[in-house]
């Protein structure tokens, strides 16, 4: 029973030195720079990368519109 208490006082004890701890914080801004013309070329680079898909892309509707007419 003795250490029930003995547990009891030393948790109590310890909340209260808690209580009194202050935590300082400070957040620093942070600076960014983005040069907006690098995405857009690598915007346009990748355009003309996969424009072959967009170009494979209408030749086979160009395909089936021609079969679906022939029949």
Do not use: R, W, Y
């Given at each position: 029973?003795?250490?029930?208490?003995?547990?009891?006082?030393?948790?109590?004890?310890?909340?209260?030195?808690?209580?009194?701890?202050?935590?300082?914080?400070?957040?620093?801004?942070?600076?960014?720079?983005?040069?907006?013309?690098?995405?857009i070329k690598v915007d346009n680079k990748l355009k003309?990368?996969?424009?072959?898909?967009?170009?494979?892309?209408?030749?086979m509707k160009s395909n089936d519109k021609s079969e679906?007419?022939?029949?």
């Amino acid at each position: 029973m003795k250490k029930i208490e003995l547990m009891l006082a030393l948790a109590l004890a310890f909340s209260f030195i808690g209580c009194g701890a202050t935590i300082e914080h400070e957040v620093k801004p942070i600076h960014m720079t983005i040069d907006v013309n690098v995405n857009i070329k690598v915007d346009n680079k990748l355009k003309d990368v996969f424009s072959f898909e967009d170009q494979i892309e209408e030749a086979m509707k160009s395909n089936d519109k021609s079969e679906t007419k022939n029949k």
